[in-house]
C-alpha cells in the first residue's frame, strides 16, 4: 500500500527534511523508495516544465538537486519585467518573461504591466438571462445596465 507523503511532509521544507533524513538506522526517518522519489508531492503554483534536477515546488520555491547531500530549496525564477513577480519556469516562456510578458514580446509589443490576478471570490461571472419586455423595463429603472446582477435583484420587486 503507498503511502501518503503528503502526509508525512505537509509542506515544502518538510518535504526537504524527509529527503535528508538518514535512511539507514533511524525508524523514524522513512526510507523512500525509487517510485516513492519519482513521484514527490507538489505543493501549489504552476508546473514546472524542464524538471530534470527539480524534486518539489510551490509556488515560490523549488527544491533542487541530484541526491540527498545537494538537496536545496532555492527560489524559483520570477519574470525580468519591471514590477512583474510572476515565475517564469511554465510552459512557453523564454528570455526569463513569464507567459503574458512572452506574449506581449512575441507581438512586439512593449512590456506593459499586467492587471493583478483576480480571486475567485472577486470575480464575477458574465451571464444572460432573457426577460420580456415589462421586466425589462423594470430592470432598467432599478439600475444601470452595468449593474450587478444580484444588485438589482435584491432591490427588484415582482
Known amino acids: 500500500m503507498p503511502r501518503n507523503l503528503r502526509r508525512l511532509a505537509p509542506t515544502l521544507d518538510a ?34 516544465v524542464h524538471t530534470s534536477g527539480i524534486w518539489s515546488w510551490d509556488a515560490r520555491r523549488r527544491i533542487e538537486g541530484t541526491c ?19 515565475v517564469t519556469d511554465t510552459a512557453g516562456c523564454a528570455d526569463g518573461l513569464c507567459s503574458s510578458h512572452y506574449q506581449q ?21 458574465r451571464i444572460t438571462v432573457r426577460v420580456d419586455p415589462p421586466t425589462l423595463a423594470r430592470l432598467r429603472d432599478a439600475g444601470a445596465p452595468a449593474t450587478v446582477a444580484a444588485d438589482v435583484l435584491r432591490r427588484w420587486r415582482p
Open 15 to 48: 518535504l526537504l527534511a524527509l529527503l535528508r533524513s538518514p535512511t539507514a538506522t533511524d525508524s523514524d526517518a522513512p526510507v523512500l523508495t525509487d517510485r516513492e522519489m519519482t513521484s514527490l508531492p507538489t505543493y501549489g503554483g504552476r508546473a514546472v
Open 105 to 125: 514580446q512575441r507581438r512586439r509589443r512593449p512590456l506593459t504591466p499586467l492587471r493583478p490576478p483576480t480571486s475567485d471570490v472577486d470575480a464575477r461571472a
Open 68 to 86: 540527498a547531500y545537494d538537496f536545496r530549496i532555492v527560489e524559483r525564477p520570477t519574470c525580468r519585467a519591471y514590477g512583474c513577480d510572476r
